[in-house]
């Protein structure tokens, strides 16, 4: 009975719910993909290693259907609570590399748009 308990909390805790924020963005003059991929690779690293319990990721996304604007995607980035959304935030805020690894990103692309969604697995 403890062995299936433990694998209900377990499947519980890994479920696909959490907070998805979105960032629509257009690449700079002079920049390329791959210097928004090494800077968001920084940020990834930044995050978990300065967030308590982490298990924040990132995904890059481009359109492959409907509006193909040549340097236009969004940053798909998961946060497993809220507390861990504004540690974030802190995080990048506060701490003199988070600053550098924001202003990074912030020369490879324009993020004008951005917004917080809750997600729950249906």
């Known amino acids: 009975m403890i062995f299936f308990a433990t694998i209900g909390i377990w499947s519980i805790s890994n479920s696909d719910s959490g907070y998805r924020a979105v960032n629509s963005c257009m690449l700079n003059d002079g920049k390329t993909m791959d210097d928004v991929r090494v800077a968001n690779s920084k940020w990834v690293e930044f995050v978990n290693e300065n967030v308590d319990d982490g298990n924040i990721t990132s995904h890059i996304i481009t359109s492959v259907v409907g509006d ?55």
Do not use: H, N
């Open 68 to 122: 193909m604007t040549p340097g236009k995607f969004q940053f798909v980035d998961f946060f497993p609570s809220l507390e861990s959304w504004a540690a974030y935030l802190t995080a990048i805020e506060s701490i003199p590399e988070g600053i550098a690894i924001d202003a990074e990103i912030r020369e490879a692309a324009d993020c004008a748009e951005s917004q917080l969604y809750k997600a729950e697995e249906s």
